[in-house]
């Protein structure tokens, strides 16, 4: 690991967020956190007033997340398993913003069903006016363009509000991204 990728692990993850347009107070729901490099820092973020759900398959990396929050004392954060493109068991419209970052691609969203499916299912737990911020990687190595996924979430009912290229650790390689956010219209 080079000392810049040790550096963007400290403080990266919070600051991207902030860019990302997560704020105090904010319900905020990272679908798909693995051990929650995103969800942690989104839990300091929100603080006591917010609250974060921390969303995986993998039952081994909710325990990590579960871990980490405890050692950093922040009650914030909530752990919650779903089936692979099952249901998320949280209530309709009561989401100030969703992540989905390395998640939206064709190693587990092989399907256009799947991925409507996901992004409908986004959709009505975002409230009106809440907003879905989408990292999108892994496109070339299955033959999707940013313009096909990108028509992909608005045809779910989304509009594209800005987006932009921060550098992140990906793969344990530091490399540019972009980050989308997508308003649910109010
Ligand atoms: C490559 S990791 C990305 C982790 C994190 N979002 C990040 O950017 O560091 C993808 C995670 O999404 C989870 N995942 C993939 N498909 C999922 C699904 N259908 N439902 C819930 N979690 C899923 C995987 O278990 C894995 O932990």
């Known amino acids: 690991m080079t000392d810049k990728m040790d550096k963007w692990l400290r403080s990266g993850p919070e ?4 860019k990302a347009g997560l704020r105090e107070g904010n319900c905020v729901l990272d679908l ?14 929100v603080g006591n007033s917010g609250r974060v759900y921390a969303v995986d398959m993998d039952k081994k990396v909710l325990r990590k997340v579960k871990r980490q929050a405890a050692k950093d004392r922040l ?16 209530q ?9 970052y390395d998640v939206l691609h064709g190693g587990y969203f092989p399907e256009k069903a799947q991925r409507d499916n996901l992004l409908r299912e986004v959709h009505t737990l975002l409230r009106p006016g809440g907003f879905l911020s989408c990292c999108l990687t892994h496109l070339r190595p299955f033959g999707w363009t940013y313009e096909e996924i990108l028509a992909e ?18 793969d344990d390689k530091l490399v540019r991204v972009r980050i989308f956010q997508f308003a649910k219209p109010g």
């Open 153 to 170: 979430i608005k045809d779910a009912g989304f509009r594209l509000r800005r987006q932009f290229r921060p550098a992140l650790v990906h």
């Open 75 to 90: 009650g914030n954060i909530e752990t919650v398993h779903v089936a692979q493109h099952g249901a998320v068991p949280i």
């Open 92 to 100: 309709a419209g009561t989401i100030d913003v969703i992540l989905l």
């Open 32 to 45: 798909g956190c693995n051990q929650g490099r995103y969800a942690i820092p989104a839990a300091r973020i």
């Open 15 to 18: 600051a991207l967020l902030r």
